[in-house]
């Protein structure tokens, strides 16, 4: 099982940047893939982007590509999410993720994941 904090949400302005991190303990994490999703108001939690469990592998979803950039450590048991252009349509609850199984490398489906952070919100105001 891994345990997994966010930081780094906050206000920023449409055309704006913010990172998100996401903390990790758990002797597992370099070995599983690991995402962020969002869900904003009214709205079903979506897949942003995940990152393989080697970090050599990356997937996005379309609206969030040539924007955000995956990244991980796992020398520092972290992972991020580099929001630059940021658009109104951002704003959402970002939530961090880890995969339920081990040394997957595309992993995108919400089903997929078994451990969650509690989310940190993200507005983008224009």
């Known amino acids: 099982q891994v345990q997994l904090v966010e930081s780094g949400g906050g206000l920023a302005q449409a055309g704006g940047s913010l990172r998100l991190s996401c903390a990790a303990s758990g002797r597992t994490f370099s070995s599983v893939a690991m995402g962020w999703f969002r869900q904003a108001p009214g709205k079903e939690r979506e897949f942003v982007a995940s990152i393989s469990w080697g970090g050599s592998y990356k997937y996005y979803a379309d609206s969030v590509k040539g924007r955000f950039t995956i990244s991980r450590d796992n020398a520092k048991n972290t992972v991020s999410l580099q929001m630059n252009n940021l658009k109104t349509e951002d704003t959402a609850v970002y939530y961090c993720?880890?995969?339920?199984?081990?040394?997957?490398?595309?992993?995108?489906?919400?089903?997929?994941?078994?451990?969650w952070g509690q989310g940190t919100q993200v507005t983008v105001s224009s």
């Open positions: 993720a880890a995969d339920r199984r081990e040394r997957r490398r595309k992993v995108i489906g919400e089903p997929d994941f078994g451990s």
